[in-house]
């Protein structure tokens, strides 16, 4: 194991602090949204409030106390995954985080689908993580990202319940909504898929099949 790690390619400074740098980008568009923006609309305080969950999600699951990606390695891609692989990886999800953010706060009001979408990936997360606990046979309740993941559950059903009360938007922004974000979601993925080579989503159902039959 040691002499696997120390032939292991050192990541470049972007995948290295990919982490750091989404969390400093993320809080600067935060500030200037406080500063600049003056009064927001319900759906953009909406929006500032996931984007700020996203960064204690991120660091709750990948630094304190961190460790989902380890149990999707060991248990979902049954393979190895080298450092630069590791932190390279938060870009791509950094990008994908902007999406279901940024988009709604600018467009959202006009656009109901855009909260719906993101709204869906909040419910996705919280759900993901309980479902994780069984999936990875924990002996504790807990999945890193657990708690943070469940307060953008909470918020993601609030934001669907307050726009449907309001009357905000249309039968297809509900239906395809989440469609978006699925969308959004899979090309994130196959993106990830691609970094760690080799392995499709066929790969992954089959392996988390066999972890399922073993119980």
Known sequence: MKEQTSNSKKPGFMKHYALEIYTVVAMLL??????FAGELTVIQQFAVWVSF???LHEW????YPGG?????QANVLQRELDEETKRGSRLVTAVFIFAMTIVPYFFGDRIPMFVVASASFCIFEGIIHVVGIKIFSLKKPYTPGLVTAEIELVSGVCM??????????AWYDYTFGPFVFLACFVCM???????????GYK?????????LSRK
């Open 68 to 72: 989902f990606l380890n149990l999707i």
């Open 189 to 199: 993925q196959r993106t990830l898929m691609s970094m760690v080579g080799g392995i």
């Open 160 to 169: 669907i319940v307050w726009l449907a009360v309001n009357h905000i938007g």
């Open 30 to 35: 935060i500030a200037l949204v406080a500063m």
């Open 203 to 211: 790969d992954v159902l089959g392996n988390v099949k066999k972890r």
């Open 60 to 63: 709750e699951e990948g630094r």
């Open 53 to 55: 969950l996203c960064i």
